[in-house]
Structure formats: C-alpha cells, structure tokens
C-alpha cells in the first residue's frame, strides 16, 4: 500500500501538471463551444510558440516571460488570421476539423525545417524549483502555471458573463440569426474569439517550453487528454476546462502512483467515458 | 426489354474493372505496385467501413483506429502466438470488433444526448482504454508481435501479390456492402438517423438496431481489414497501430471524396493515398509532406461536401436538369373527390388512462383520461405549458410514459418504441416541420411510406409517394430539398409524410402556426380531407377559428390534466376554459 | 587501410569491371575516382512523423559515407548512388518502399532502415528478393530471424543478458555497490527488452529490485513516478529511457529535492541529458564516444571532424559523433567491406563472405557468425563529466584519466 506521503505528493503534482491540459484545453474550448470551430491546429500552434520562446531564450538569452510578451500577440494574429479562411470559406464544424488537421501538418513541416526534428531542451533554472510544504513539494513553475491559467481562465468567464460583447458571444453561439437580430456582429466577435484562443495557444507553449519535450511530432501527443478534457469541462467554459484538466492530471497521477504507471491512461479515459455516460448534474 | 447502353455500361466496366484488377497479380508487375494498390484498397476498405455509420448516420466516430486495431491483434496473437492459420483468424478478426460495437452501442446509443462531438469522444476514448489494455496485458505486453513465422497462404504466384488478392476481396466487399447498404431500407433509415434521428424514429424507422447494425458492419469490416494488415505489416506495437493519424485520415478521406455517398470514401482514399506517396524521395520528403497539408487545406476549402456531391452537381448542370425555382404564392389544392364524411364511429380507437410524465421536479401531465373514436377529429387546446405537445409526444412514443397507460386499437403502445408505434399506425407531424434535409421531398415522404406502412414493393411505395405529394400540392417539386421550400410548403410536406405511412391515428402539432389566412383555409380543406380518407385525427392548435370549424370534439388541458372535454361551441363558451385561457387575475 | 585493397582489385579485374584496371597501377594513396555505371544502394529513413528525431543523423552519415566510399574506390571500382527514401515512420511505408526499390528501382543493395518496426517491415521485403540487409539499430537481436541480415551495432545476441552484467559489474567496482535498485521502463519494445532483463540479471546477482516500473512510451508527467522512486531510494536507479524522458524524470526528482544516487539511462538523446543541470554523473548506454582510444581507429577522427561540420550545417542542436551517427557509419562500412571482399554484388555471395570474415569498424572489429548473425557485444558505459560524455567502463575503453566515478 503506497504511504500518505507518496498519494499526497501524487495528487499536488497530477493537479498542478493536469493545469497544462487545462490551459492548452481552454483556447480549444472557446473556439469549439462558442464558433463551432475545432481547431487541431491548437497544438502546433503551442509548439510553434515554444519552440520560439526556447529560441529566444537559447540563442539571445531572453527570459520566457519577455518572450512570451512578443509571442502570445503573435499567436493573436495567427489566430485572426486563420479565421479569415473559416470565415472566407464558411468552414463548418467537420471542415474545421479536417482543415486545421491539414494545418497541423504543415506547421509540423515549418517546425522541423527549422529546428530539425531532434530534440530540444530549454533548460532554465525554473524547471526544478519547489517549494516545500510539510511533507509535500509543490514544483514553482507548474504552480505558477496553474495560478496565470486560474487568471485567465476566470478572467475569460467574467468577460463572458458579465460583459455585453460576452454576453452576446454567448448569444450567438446559441443562435447567429436572433443575434444579429440584436444588433450583434457575430462575425467581428469571432475574429476576436479565434484570436484569444490562439493566443491562450501561445501561452501554454510557453509553459510548454519550459516544462516539456520540444520535437516536432510532439505536437500530436497531448491531442486525445486534452479532447477529453475539453469535453469534460463542457464546451466553451474555460474555468471547467481547467478543473477537468486538474481531475484528468490528478487521476492520471494517481494512477501512476499506485498501479503500474503504463495504465495510467485507462484511468484517465475511463474517467471520461464515465462522465460521458453518466451526465452528473454538477457538470 | 429494350437494354440501354447508358444503365449497363457502368455495370459493365465494373465487370471488367473487379476482373482486370482481381487477375492483376497474375501479370507480375513489380511487388511494389501490388503493394501500392493494396495500401490503396486498405485505405479505401477503411473509409468506406467508417462511413457507414459516421458518414451516412452522422455517428462521427474517431475510434475507427479502435476496431481496426483490435482486427490486428486478434489476427497477430491467434496465428502468431496460437498457431493458427492466417485465414481462419480472419472471420475472428472481424467478430470480436463487431462484438465489440455492439457492446458499446447497446450502451451508448440509449443516450440521446451521446451524438455529435460526445460520441466521436467517446470513440476516441474507447480507442485509448482499448490500446492501453492490450499495451499492459499479455496480448502485446509492450513488445509487439512479430509474424514473420506466420505462414501466407499462396492465393496468388507471390507473397505479395497474395497480401493483395486479399485486400482486394476485402475491398470490393466493403464496396458492395456499402452500395446495398445505401440502396436498401436500411440505407435510407441511417440517411433518415443522420438529418434527424427522433423523427425518424417517429416515422418507423428502428433507429437504435439501425445504429447497432451500421457500427457493427463498420466495425467488423475494420477488424477484417486490420487482419489482413497485420500479415502486410508484420510486426505490430501498440503506438503503430491505436495512432491517432489512422482514425483522422480515415475521416478526410471519407470527407473529401463524399461521406454520404457509398463510393465517395474510395475516390477520397484512392487520392489521398496516391498523395501521400508522391513525395517520399528523401530530399523532399519535407517539403512534400507540407504541399500535401497544402492540397489538403485546398481540397476541404473548394469541396466541403466532398468529389461526390460536387461531381453529381456538375453533371446536372451540365445535363441542364436543374431543379425548378419554388413557385411563389399558395399552393392551390386539387380539389380530392371528397366522399361524404363518414360518421365517427363507436370504436374507441386511442384509449388514454391515468397518463402521466415527469420531467424531474415537472409533472407535465398528471393522469390523463381520454377516449378518440375513430375517424374522429379531436381538438386539443390549452395554455402554454398545459401538456397538449407532451401528450402527442408520449401517445407517438418520443417520451416513455411515468404512469398510466395508452392503447391504439386495443393494444397498448405506452412503453413501445416510437417506431413501432409508428408501424401500428401513429403517424405526427411537427409544430415546426422538421423534414430530413439531405432528402429530396420524395424521399422524405418516401421514407414515412416505407417504414411507417405495410411492406409492400418499392414500385407501389414511390407510386403511393407520388399521390401523398400530388395531393398535398407539392406535385413538381419532388426533387427539390427542403431548403427550397417556404413554410407553407413545408407544414404540407409534414402532412404529405404522415400521410404516406397511411396511419390510422394522426396526432397534428400546430400545423396551422404561422400561416396566413388563405394558407389556413387551404389547409383546413386538406385536413378534412384526410379525414375523408378514413383517418383518426388528434390535433393541437391556438387557432381558435380552425378548432371549432374541424372538430367533432374539443379537450381542454390545463397543467397536465384535462380540464373540459365537449362538443367545440359548448367547450368554448365554458367559464372556465375562458378563465385558463385568459388568465386568472382577469377572470375573477 | 582497412580494406584488403589487393584482393578486391584483383577481383575487380577479374570480374572485368571497368575502372578497377585503372587504379591497379596507381600509388595506393592517389586513386582514381571509381568509375562506370554507379552501384546504386536504396534505403529508407524515417524523415517524417514520429522516429524522425534521429534520421537526419543517419542521413548526414549516410551522405558522409557514400562521398567517403566514392573518394576511395567506390564498389568493385564503380561509384555508390545512394537512393534514400522516406518511409514517414511507419512499418508498412517502410514494407512498400522497400518493394519499390527492390522491384521498381531495382537497386543492386540495399540498407536497413531505422528502428525496430521499420527495420522487420523491410527485412521481410529483403528476404523474399534474397537481399542481404545491413541495420544498425534493432535493439532485440533474436527478431533478426533472416540468414541475410547483419547488425552494424555491436549488441552481441544476448544483449539483454549481457549488458546488464556490465552494468553490474560497473558497479562492482564503487566502494560501496548497490544493494538494491529501481528499474523504470518505457514500454517501447527494445527498451522493455533491455529493462527486463536488466531486472532478471540483478536479482540474479543478489541486487534487490524494490520496483520494477513501466510507462507509456511518451508519457508526459513524471510527478507520481519520482515520488515512487523517491520513497523507494534505491542505490541504482535504471531507466529505459528515449529522447527527452531521462530529463524530465530528473527534473521531476529534483522537484522533490531528490538525486538518485546513481542513475543509468538507456537511449535517452545524448545532447540535453549531457548539459542538464540533473545529468551530472549520469551513466548511459554507448558504443563508442569522439574521444581515445575510439579516436586512434582508422578514419575516425575526419569521421568525427566532418559530422561536426555537417551537423552543424543541418542546425542539429547536438552536432557531436555519436554512437547513433556511428551506427549508420558503421553499416556502410561493412557493406563496402563486403562488397568488395566478396568481389561480387551477389547477395548470396555477399552474406556468405560476411559469415566467414571480419569487417574493421568504427565500432572495431566485427563478426557476424554468431546466432542472428551476431557477434561480440560491445555495449560500454559512458558518464557524464563536466557536462561531457566519457566513455568509464569497461576500462581499457576509458580514455587516459577517465574514470568511472561513483555519486
């Protein structure tokens, strides 16, 4: 039986590594629940932003907060920029999906003439700093992850509740027609919403940068956990993306703590398939 | 019969195509065209599989790399571990995914709400529990399998060719398993399930075996599928196999080539396979993978229904068969050699008692008591929320009843699925037509005529189509999808469908709401003359007018229970059905 | 040279190859480019999708051979084309590729690709057309079932038995050696082959294993694991990693204000783990590193100095010869030894002389009549010292000065 000590720590460093999932899971959901736009570009678009945060910091030693200042924009714009064509094309759901599957492949290819497809690693005195709370430790930059996924996450759900352009957002989603009845230009607002998700993309790759494996095909590795979070955390509710991505990180922690590590994602997908068929009310 | 060139000349390419391509290993071309083109067939076999319950019901599913894989293991483990010979593991290779299916889809295809983006997580999540299970059990354990020791039998002069002469069977069988599928009653119920699933259930269409039956196909020609491949690959890991990749290149090769029709996955297959090997040469290997995202972006863009439609599109235009433009203004009905109306009879023929449904903390109707005679007209009315389209919705089986009991003719159909409450003769309408968009109007009405009546020839069913549509005024527009028609038009399409099902029961949703007069008088002419027809009619209206005019009787429901029940004009001048409809405040 | 010169030219002449006569009277150190109709030798690498990290290695050794090859006598007097395709990681591209280049291309060799999968795709093409195949990086030697195919990368048989005896023995010589370890795997096939036996091997040896774990090739979060192996604190901490899962585990150690006493790590990418702040005195799997005694074997320090150069050029952010660079070294040598020891590029007359000599390689010398035509084992150990790579154990192979040093 594993002691106290070992399901406690499992369970700080599950939540706080199962942030990340939030973070990258709450730009997809915006986009999936409010446009109707599944956007598996979401990754790559990460990775693109980690790879330049981890150039920036390798090659002109600039620190991943400034980076991330000239990157999250970026993303920004990308995101705009990519919802021309959703917009241009009247991209559906389906189409959206296979389309930006058609853009991840290509950014895979731009990331790996550029950087190669050899493994890169931004070290940074970050990555192994904790701090120590009784028997537990609780790693810093994961934390902080957590804590500006926290912020933007509640800040994206105020913006959404309490706002007019949210409110209407919201009412778009629901039904473009009596919405614009309203006097409200859905089209400008998803060029927004697009553009806030891809930025969010940018964010997490800077987390990205500092906590994960750079290479290009990595891009498709964090795809299947966090679908399942989006799910979980329902479509378009940033603060549920990111509780369901502390609940799929601590279950999958947990499991490794306790049974063999490879069926971890058994525990993880199990945790979905129950929550798909079961439909609790607190959800 | 005078045999025309142009209907036997595809059939007779395709002779010739299945017979040239089956013999093709015999001319003994380079191992690697046999090899390519089997990759094609694999891929189009894969395709095909998938869009038989994700394409033509709309079930998208991203767990295709699920049932494949597990074809792939079964074949590995029996005849590489077991000793099996490769061709018997075959038909277990397809069974057990099947199988499979069937379990997930017993469980899953009960939940209403498990459609869209839920079930295509779903699959994907089955696919990883799946993978992981077999990663940490015995059957792969983290090794892999290797099947070099494994013995092919020699179908054909070489290994490969053989490997071919397989995927080809498997190919051509997927194919003519999804052109009968498309052409049969099964078809148009899965096309009927992928526009909307609950009036298809109303019309008579056995969604939930439907389902089962389409994902249980789709699975097992995947696992056969991925049986064969296991001999081609030869060696099998876990992370090769579940790759997420298979399942979304399934999906675009399915769209791109049209994944409502049941040749479009192959065209989608047969390009994007071609495509991916026009760049392997390792100088560009890079650069060609990005052009293939490129062409990809393209093709999703220029066809975002696939080759097929756009194709079918082209050569209608081409061969000037448009469709007419809508004809503007009422429809004018033919005037229907109307019988004398017969009188209503004494046979009670829909008997509610004590019907009651609970949604949650609302009792949306509280014990219901109501007898219809047949070829009677009843009106029923009441305030917002009193339970009229509930009442419609339990006696059609939409919504399982919380208590009481209904019977049509004597039998009770209370807890019944819709569908077979459809085929003992219910037919209904909605408040806001709701017909199956991807259809023609001849198609819808021909669906309700197929599944909702006896069985009969297709012939006499199209035939019987043509008079539900002539008769309701639609005549001319049969081959005009329902987007192109107004709202008048589609109420009429509405009743042209319950009709087709020649019901003895027809339960109308407000059929009369958002027309104007003349569009009502006209409508109430038809109404009657369904009834002429022999019909038992039930309908729920606000219109006022139109209730007194058409029914013989009137029953007033007020939260949940019946509150009068009469003759029209005496119901009518009733204080208290005044009351309820006026408010309370107002009436004291 | 390495090469019995002599004897291939008199069978170049022999078998009345043109060019061969030319260089015969020439001075052993000036020779004339090979010449005639090119030799061309097809194979395929992962370039795209998911095995992708090493292949460009491969590529620029591969590259660097062939104009190595042709810049001495090409085979049997005629130039090399190397005809490279990309089988995009996947087995079955890998099975179909190599049938194009057999049966469409017809190239008279061939060379394995990269990795386990790809490698029996392709040895099965091999062996139905008879072609010898020549790979450098299938990690579980008894799958190599085919007469004609031949490692490049000294792993022995049994590899799995005898690489963890180094490890143990390794590990003999610390004042104190470990009484106890914790073996983690990922669950990708040659790592797990290696793992299990690692914890056979021990057990054997009388070191308790407290854990025996494995995880999913590509597992993200390492959290929950380090605090098992933090709470088990073994003397020897042995890990089955790839890429970059060796840092993250140590990271996710650190994070718990824990080292590992010791720490083994199997394939991880050589460049990060070397500079990583955790990595120092780390000990890992290697065949050989750029440093003496490897550095005094024949052609190897313009080896070296070339796929530094070339490395460097392709932006790959470890431009150092490694032993993966050395592994695709390694199989072109061979293939040229072969070939030209053979006089002939009859596959059958090509495997035969392989089973009866020895070929000199960057790895040293070579056997292959050994089971799955396997010979010696050579696999080494080498450690991090100053954020630098040494080769420690066995110890004739420690450059002068190197030692292997405990944590």
Redesign the interface.
């Known amino acids: 039986m594993p002691s106290a000590t070992l399901l406690g720590q499992a369970l700080i460093s599950g939540v706080l590594a199962g942030g990340l999932y939030g973070l990258l899971a709450m730009g997809l959901s915006l986009s999936w629940g409010l446009l109707r736009l599944v956007n598996l570009s979401h990754f790559a678009l990460a990775f693109l932003a980690a790879y330049i945060v981890y150039e920036l910091g390798t090659d002109y030693h600039i620190e991943p907060w400034w980076s991330a200042a000239m990157v999250v924009p970026a993303m920004f714009a990308i995101g705009t920029a990519q919802h021309w064509l959703f917009d241009r094309f009247k991209v559906n759901e389906l189409g959206s999906l296979l389309m930006t599957f058609s853009f991840a492949i290509i950014l895979e290819v731009a990331i790996q003439l550029y950087w190669t497809a050899d493994f890169r690693r931004y070290e940074t005195e970050y990555a192994t700093r904790s701090i120590k709370a009784g028997p537990f430790y609780i790693p810093v930059l994961e934390l902080t992850l957590c804590i500006v996924a926290a912020v933007l996450a509640c800040g994206t759900w105020v913006w959404l509740r309490r706002t007019y352009v949210g409110k209407a957002l919201r009412a778009a989603a629901e039904d473009p027609d009596i919405a614009a009845a309203y006097g409200v230009n859905h089209k400008k607002l998803a060029y927004l919403l697009s553009g806030i998700g891809a930025a969010y993309a940018g964010v997490a790759g800077t987390f990205i940068a500092l906590i994960a494996t750079l290479a290009p095909a990595q891009i498709w590795t964090y795809l299947g956990v966090v679908f399942a979070v989006v799910i979980i955390g329902r479509l378009g509710n940033p603060i549920g993306a990111l509780l369901a991505g502390m609940l799929i990180g601590a279950s999958e922690s947990l499991a490794q703590a306790v049974l063999s590590p490879a069926w971890s994602p058994v525990v993880s997908f199990s945790v979905l398939i129950v929550i798909l068929l079961w439909d609790p009310e607190w959800l | 019969m005078v045999v025309t060139a142009s209907r036997d000349l595809p059939k007779l390419a395709a002779v010739i195509g299945i017979g040239v391509f089956a013999l093709l290993p015999m001319a003994r071309l380079?191992?690697?065209?046999?090899?390519?083109l089997y990759?094609v067939f694999f891929w189009i076999s894969l395709s095909t599989s998938w869009t038989l319950l994700s394409g033509f019901a709309g079930y998208?599913s991203l767990g295709h790399a699920a049932f494949f894989g597990v074809g792939m293991y079964a074949t590995a483990v029996m005849s590489a571990k077991f000793g099996v010979p490769f061709l018997f593991t075959l038909p277990v290779a397809a069974a057990i995914p099947a199988l499979l299916a069937v379990g997930i889809g017993a469980?899953?295809f009960r939940?209403r709400?498990?459609r869209g983006?839920?079930f295509a997580?779903?699959t994907?999540?089955?696919t990883?529990?799946i993978?992981?299970?077999i990663?940490?059990t015995p059957i792969d354990g983290?090794?892999?399998i290797?099947m070099?020791?494994v013995p092919l039998p020699a179908i054909m002069p070489?290994?490969?060719g053989s490997i071919y002469a397989l995927g080809f069977v498997l190919c051509v069988s997927t194919l003519a398993i999804a052109w009968k599928v498309a052409h049969s009653r099964l078809g148009m119920g899965l096309f009927a399930i992928h526009d909307d699933e609950d009036v298809a259930e109303a019309k008579g269409v056995p969604t939930f075996r439907y389902k089962i039956i389409a994902f249980a196909l789709s699975a097992g020609i995947a696992g056969a599928v991925g049986g064969v491949?296991a001999m081609?690959?030869?060696?099998l890991?876990?992370?090769?196999t579940f790759d997420?990749?298979v399942p979304?290149y399934v999906?675009?090769m399915s769209?791109?080539g049209g994944s409502r029709s049941w040749f479009g996955p192959a065209i989608g297959a047969a390009f994007i396979t071609t495509l991916?090997?026009a760049?392997?040469?390792?100088?560009e290997?890079?650069?060609?993978?990005?052009l293939?995202?490129?062409i990809?972006?393209v093709a999703?863009?220029w066809l975002?229904d696939g080759v097929v439609p756009a194709v079918k599109k082209w050569l209608a235009r081409w061969r000037g068969v448009t469709a007419k433009p809508p004809q503007a203004g009422v429809v004018p009905i033919e005037p229907v050699s109307l019988p004398i109306s017969r009188p209503v009879g004494d046979r009670v023929l829909l008997q509610v008692r004590g019907a009651s449904k609970r949604f949650g903390g609302l009792q949306a109707l509280a014990g219901v008591d109501l007898d219809v005679h047949e070829g009677e007209i009843l009106g029923l009315v009441g305030p917002n929320g009193s339970g009229k389209t509930t009442l419609i919705n339990v006696i059609s089986g939409f919504y399982p009843l919380s208590g009481g009991t209904i019977a049509v003719d004597g039998v009770e159909i209370g807890h019944v699925p819709a569908h077979e409450i459809a085929r003992r003769g219910v037919a209904r309408t909605y408040q806001i037509p709701r017909p199956f968009v991807n259809m023609t109007v001849l198609e819808n009405v021909t669906l309700a005529a197929t599944f909702g009546g006896p069985a009969r020839p297709g012939a006499e069913i199209r035939a019987e189509a043509l008079h539900w549509i002539a008769f309701t005024g639609l005549a001319g527009k049969e081959d005009v999808l329902p987007a192109g028609l107004n709202l008048h038009e589609r109420k009429f399409l509405e009743l042209a469908r319950a009709l087709a099902a020649k019901p003895k029961l027809l339960l109308l949703d407000e059929v009369l709401s958002g027309l104007n007069p003349a569009e009502v008088d006209n409508a109430i002419r038809l109404v009657r003359a369904i009834r002429a027809q022999g019909a038992t009619i039930v309908f729920v209206e606000h219109l006022m007018r139109a209730v007194v005019e058409l029914s013989d009787r009137i029953a007033v429901l007020n939260e949940g229970r019946l509150f009068a029940l009469g003759a029209p004009r005496e119901v009518m001048r009733d204080p208290g059905v005044v009351s309820i409809y006026l408010g309370k405040a107002y009436a004291a | 040279m390495i090469y019995p010169v002599g004897a291939l030219r008199r069978r170049g002449v022999l078998a009345g190859m043109v060019g061969a006569t030319a260089t015969l009277g020439a001075p052993a150190i000036v020779r004339a480019a090979p010449s005639g109709k090119p030799v061309r030798v097809g194979g395929t690498l992962s370039l795209t999708g998911f095995l992708a990290q090493t292949a460009v290695i491969h590529k620029i050794a591969s590259e660097m051979m062939v104009e190595e090859i042709n810049g001495r006598n090409g085979l049997l007097g005629r130039p090399v084309e190397y005809i490279l395709l990309d089988d995009q990681s996947k087995p079955e591209t890998a099975r179909s590729l190599y049938e194009k280049l057999i049966t469409v291309d017809k190239v008279d060799l061939i060379q394995g690709p990269y990795a386990t999968a790809p490698i029996l795709a392709a040895m099965g093409v091999a062996q139905r057309y008879g072609k010898v195949m020549i790979q450098s990086s299938m990690g579980i030697p008894k799958l190599q079932t085919y007469d004609r195919a031949f490692p490049a990368t000294p792993f022995g048989s049994e590899p799995n038995v005898t690489y963890p005896n180094v490890i143990l023995d390794a590990m003999a010589t610390f004042p104190t050696p470990p009484k106890t370890m914790v073996v983690l795997t990922s669950k990708f096939p040659s790592a797990q082959f290696m793992a299990q036996g690692m914890k056979e091997q021990a057990e054997k040896r009388g070191v308790k294993v407290l854990l025996y774990l494995e995880y999913e090739s590509g597992n993200r979060d390492f959290g929950a694991i380090a605090a098992r192996i933090k709470e088990a604190n073994p003397d020897l901490l042995w890990v089955g990693s790839l890429g970059l899962e060796s840092n993250l585990l140590l990271e996710a150690l650190r994070k718990l204000d824990y080292s590992p006493k010791n720490s083994f790590h199997l394939y991880p990418a050589p460049g990060p783990l070397a500079l990583s702040p955790d990595g120092d005195k780390a000990l890992c799997s290697t065949f050989l590193e750029p440093d003496e005694p490897f550095m005094s074997r024949p052609g190897m320090k313009r080896l070296a100095a070339e796929f530094k150069e070339k490395a460097t050029k392709a932006n790959l952010p470890y431009s150092t010869i490694d032993a993966q660079a050395c592994g695709m070294i390694s199989e072109w040598q061979i293939l040229e030894a072969a070939v030209n020891g053979a006089g002939s590029l009859d596959d059958e007359k090509i495997a035969a002389w392989l089973k009866k000599n020895r070929v000199t390689t960057v790895y040293g010398s070579m056997r292959f009549d050994g089971p799955y035509n396997h010979g010696d084992a050579a696999q080494l150990i080498k450690q991090v010292q100053n954020k630098e790579w040494k080769v420690v154990w066995p110890k004739e192979f420690a450059a002068p000065g190197v030692k292997l040093i405990a944590s």
């Open positions: 380079p191992a690697f065209y046999d090899s390519f990759l998208f469980i899953v939940l709400r498990l983006e839920l997580l779903l994907l999540a089955v990883f529990v993978a992981t299970i990663l940490n983290g090794g892999g290797f070099s020791a070489t290994p490969t491949h081609y690959v030869g060696f890991t876990v992370s090769g997420l990749t979304l999906v675009l769209v791109i991916l090997y760049f392997i040469s390792g100088g290997a890079l650069v060609g993978r990005a293939v995202g490129l990809l972006v999703i863009l975002p």
